[in-house]
């Protein structure tokens, strides 16, 4: 395990839910003392007291061991704001619908950050009866591919999985789609918003030129 939860976060659990270090501790069955070195890093909660810790804090243990601060609130996941992780080594693709914990050969995960295409990364978007056809302008070498594309909607997710040598492409149920997203094993992750993409019409490349020279014009007259 590359990553485990720290004192900071403890401490900040603790006063979030209005305890004081004896409470805490007596809620645990621990020493007050004992509290008193996990938060300053003299130490480390037994990796049998997290669940028991998660109980008390109202949080999951994911969210106790991902080191960022965590809000003790219940929160619809949203499957917009999806986030998808891939592993270095292997390749392995994960999506998450909200903050998660997620290691892969060893490494801690971090998601990815979706980028707008560009002249590199053009995306096809055409109308097919109910589906929209996906096809991405790429090369698909084994040293440089797209290894995913995705379409969300509010309510799911559809994805497919590309291999190299094959072709970049896919076709999703079009209905509630809102935005599509691929993955570069080079470059990352790219985005486009559906009815950018399409704008009413059967069929459309993502005109990267264009979509720039709108938004430079857009940022000259509202800032």
Request: aromatic share 8%.
């Amino acid at each position: 395990m590359n990553q485990y939860i720290t004192g900071t976060i403890i401490k900040e659990l603790r006063e979030k839910n209005q305890l004081t270090q004896a409470e805490l501790a007596e809620k645990l069955n621990v020493s007050d003392k004992t509290v008193s070195k996990w938060e300053t890093g003299k130490g480390y909660p037994d990796i049998s007291m997290l669940e028991p810790l998660a109980k008390v804090f109202e949080v999951s243990v994911a969210e106790l061991l991902s080191g960022n601060a965590v809000q003790n609130i219940n929160v619809s996941a949203n499957i917009m704001r999806s986030k998808f992780y891939v592993c270095p080594v292997c390749g392995n693709s994960i999506h998450s619908m909200g903050e998660a914990v997620i290691h892969c050969h060893g490494v801690s995960l971090t998601p990815c950050q979706a980028e707008e295409t560009d002249e590199h990364h053009k995306i096809f978007i055409e109308r097919v009866e109910d589906d929209y056809y996906v096809q991405i302008e790429h090369d698909m070498t084994k040293q440089h591919y797209i290894s995913f594309i995705a379409a969300l909607s509010s309510d799911k997710i559809q994805m497919v999985k590309l291999y190299p040598e094959g072709n970049a492409e896919a076709r999703f149920e079009m209905r509630g789609v809102r935005q599509i997203l691929f993955y570069c094993n080079r470059d990352g992750l790219f985005q486009v918003k559906v009815h950018k993409a399409i704008d009413g019409k059967e069929k459309s490349y993502d005109d990267v030129e264009e979509r720039r020279a709108l938004e430079d014009t857009a940022k000259r007259f509202f800032g």
